[in-house]
């Protein structure tokens, strides 16, 4: 806002000095000119003049105008490059590989290690592996880790110590861009662009067909909302989605996820703005037309998540108990405590704009 302002009282004062130049000068043209016409000395042909020094100043205008423009292009240049020049927070090595055309999906995080920019560890030598087609949900209360293992897994962050593998390559040692094609991390925001359903669907695969579209519709649970459409899938959302309630966008990306096909999914409360029994259609469907590949879900809502193949338990940064529903219920422990008062971890999640963890 400073910069702006400033450039406005620039333009401003300029505009003001170059238009008090003009009207001086023409005041002086007028004034001298007239006198010296009274007095014979000069002719009638002043007037011409005058029209002609007018013309004059036209160009000059134009290239005040046309040298304000390059200044703003100027600056809006220099931060686009600021961008475009930014150092990845993870850098790709220079013998990086890539994916085979098909993974399995084996996930192991060996003895994992992590904290942000603070001295506070977040992860603590975690020793997970996960199956292919595998279906785990990551649970515990807010700063436990959840959030921080999906991302590792997509190497949106490196370790501080260990590593994560994708069918025995470690991530650090893959193309990023072959990564971000077969592991697909949804954040709780979706990412929503002011473009039209299936231009916003078509990012996750630009060669999709027609019957691909209507498949993760379908699987996101967005056939009521395109019926409802104006103009069905040729409907714009708006800027940010803005068209769309919270659950919508939610679902929206979703559906580009499936698009995408990935070879594993990481959903960190990407469903949080669905009502429960929504959520857990929408989960199950994924988890039934996915069935061979790797998908974690991050969640506070336990009674969503209920059916998976595992449920991993994490407190402050270590696994304290993984199993299935039933298991870690007859155990007793956190996951009891967890599941006996999900009002308590749900109710900030329910809205549409809650804030994801990190």
Known sequence: MKALNHRELVEVLFS??????????????????????????????MVAFYSYMGRLFDPLRAAVDIYSQLNRLGTNIR???EVTEMAPSVPELPDAVDFPTRIRGYVEMDNVCFSYKSAESVLDGIHLKLGPGEKIALVGMSGSGKST??????????????????????VRNIRLGSLRTKVCYLLQDAVIFDRTVKENLLLGNPSATTTELQRAVEIADLTELVRRLPQGLDTPVGPRGNVLSGGERQRLALARAVLQNPSILLLDESTSALDAPSERRVLMNLAQQFSHQTIVFVSHRISALKWVDRIIVLNRGVIEQQGTHDQLIHRGGLYNHLHSVPAVLTSTQDAPQAPREI
């Open 16 to 45: 003001s000095c170059y238009m008090a130049i003009i009207s001086l000068g023409m005041i002086t043209i007028l004034g001298y000119g007239g006198y010296q016409v009274f007095t014979g000395v000069l002719t009638i042909g």
């Open 79 to 81: 931060r686009i490059l």
């Open 149 to 170: 293992i999906a991302k590792l897994i997509a190497r949106l962050y490196d370790v501080n110590g260990g590593a994560v593998c994708i069918d025995g390559i470690d």
